[in-house]
């Protein structure tokens, strides 16, 4: 999304612990777009069978490119880390005494329920809620906060951890282009100020005192009194009228 920013790494550590105290299923949403990179819609697409393989948290994720935006690309494969699969084992330890965990039932779950008894997936506006009421808790100002800042969050974490390879980012973020890539990684505004600064040649050079240049310049170039200057020269012949 145009104009959000990402996280700091301190309001991502904020963030983590404020989840950790929230309930299951918001929890591992909010977990899964900070520690996967996915767009919200490409979150909310999950299903039970792309993360549970029937005993176990799998070790990655793996989502074809007809949940991807645009429903193009390849196949997207991000590995669940270890704070995304706490969330998610609590979340679906919670779910499984309930139900039954189908692979083909949507991950995220709303409380309404169909006409045929059969609970709704989540929709985009309660899972952007659910997120910006975090982002809220965690930053108070909600100024350039979104859903998207916790892919922009992912994919500068990404960038550092890469070694600032804009290749692998492209790749884990699903981008077609490295133009695109690029506008999701801020500048550092007081890493540029200083680096602008270190560019400066001319800042370590001081004037030089008149003490100081007497003794170091060579003495043809010393300051030196100048002559007298002339008196005023003499009328010719002829032109003394004109002196006045």
């Not at 029937?54 to 793996?62: E, Y």
């Not at 009421?133 to 951890?161: F, I």
């Not at 001319?202 to 100048?226: D, E, G, N, Q, W």
């Amino acid at each position: 999304m145009a104009g959000s920013r990402p996280l700091t790494p301190s309001e991502e550590r904020h963030l983590v612990r404020q989840i950790r105290r929230i309930n299951a299923r918001d929890r591992a949403l909010i977990s899964a777009q900070l520690f996967l990179g996915f767009r919200i819609s490409e979150v909310l697409a999950l299903t039970i069978g792309h993360v549970w393989d029937g005993s176990r948290i799998r070790a990655r994720v793996a989502l074809p490119p007809r949940f991807l935006k645009g429903g193009f690309g390849t196949t997207r494969t991000i590995p669940i880390g270890p704070e995304l699969r706490r969330a998610l084992e609590r979340y679906l330890a919670q779910r499984g005494r309930h139900e039954d965990l189908l692979p083909n039932t949507p991950l995220f779950l709303s409380p309404r329920r169909r006409p045929d008894g059969a609970r709704k997936p989540i929709c985009l506006s309660m899972a952007e809620k659910i997120i910006k009421d975090a982002l809220v808790a965690v930053c108070g100002d909600p100024q350039g906060l979104s859903t998207h800042s916790l892919r922009k969050s992912w994919s500068v974490r990404l960038y550092e951890a890469s070694g600032h390879d804009l290749l692998v980012v492209r790749d884990g973020l699903g981008h077609r282009s490295v133009a695109v890539t690029q506008a999701y990684l801020p500048t550092d505004q007081a890493k540029m100020e200083d680096l602008i600064l270190q560019g400066d040649w001319t800042r370590a050079k001081k004037a030089m005192s008149p003490k100081i240049a007497a003794k170091t310049l060579p003495s043809s170039l010393a300051a030196k009194p100048l002559p007298p200057l002339p008196g005023p020269a003499p009328f010719l012949p002829g032109f003394e009228d004109f002196a006045a």
